[in-house]
């Protein structure tokens, strides 16, 4: 959900791990904030705090803060930053940024802050930013706070489910799995489905589609097999411009341990332009086995790709 931000302060510094002073406004481009001492070509360009975060530390020290003593570039109200995720974006008239971290690594004894009360609040609760838009921001400015919604979509080939012979079961199991998943992450999501016929051309024009919308994940179910029908896996091959090997070696090899016919899936998974494609055998264990490996990945896969460092 967009949140309206107000800024508050802005503040800078000319030498790393010293409390940055207020200013009356900063210029934002490729690097960061000019002058400021973080600007460069890395992922933490730009320090943001919240009022709300500065408030309750204030009061469980019992001791005001002024602006940018926590070091934070930018500080502003609004929203608690870190329900914030790598990927979202902050953007302001001029200026749009994308958020690259959540926190950081406390610096203990050569924090001014931490020296004082025993702790700080900006390692739990600061963000950082890399700028994708330059511009000036000063106080008193509004942001927008727009979260980055992870789309999946989900395809299930079989020609008899698509004949009404029998329902779909894994299909929406996939879904589920995925809706539950990216909810205990308090994630923005949106995930479609779809059922086709075992008919490579179909998957390939429904594939082109999704990979040209840039949709995230793409799950498939069914196909993996040796049967005269099972197409998926080479069909899906043709699109993938990378592929990630170890996820599906890793699965087989784990549940072929105590089920040997785990072994026999031909599944595959890889990079297509923007999307990732998974490709997961059509039993209901299967893909239930299959999500329960690869979705705790899907969010550090983002990230790589969006050519985050979230390590």
Known sequence: ???????????????????KKPVDSINLNQYGIETDAHSGDWHRQISLLSKESIDRFSKDTNRGYLPGEFAEN????????????????ICGKEVEMVVTQI???????????????????????GI????????????????????????????????????????????????????TFFKSRKREFSTEYHLIPDNPVMFSNLLRSLISKDVDLIFTSGGTGVGPNDITPETARAFIDKEIPGIMEHIRTKYGKVKPNALLSRGIAGLSG????????????????????????????????????TH
């Open 103 to 125: 926190g950081k690594k406390c610096h203990g004894g050569d924090c001014a802050v931490f020296r004082d009360t025993g702790a700080c609040v900006m390692p739990k609760e």
């Open 1 to 19: 959900m967009e949140k309206i931000l107000k800024i508050l302060s802005v503040n800078t510094s000319e030498e790393k791990g010293t409390v």
């Open 274 to 309: 923007n999307s990732f494609i998974f490709t997961l055998p059509g039993s209901i264990n299967g893909a239930k086995e299959y999500m329960s490996e690869i979705l705790p990945l899907t969010e550090h896969l983002i990230y790589m790709r969006l050519g985050l460092d």
């Open 74 to 89: 930018i500080t502003l109200s609004g929203m608690i930053l870190n329900q914030a995720f790598p990927g979202d974006k």
């Open 128 to 179: 950082f930013t890399k700028v994708i838009k330059g511009g000036t921001l000063t106080k008193g400015d509004l942001l927008t706070y727009t979260p980055r919604v992870i789309t999946t979509a989900i395809i299930t080939l079989s020609t008899r489910a698509y004949n009404n012979t029998y329902s779909d079961l894994s299909g929406p199991a996939i879904k589920e799995a995925t809706e």
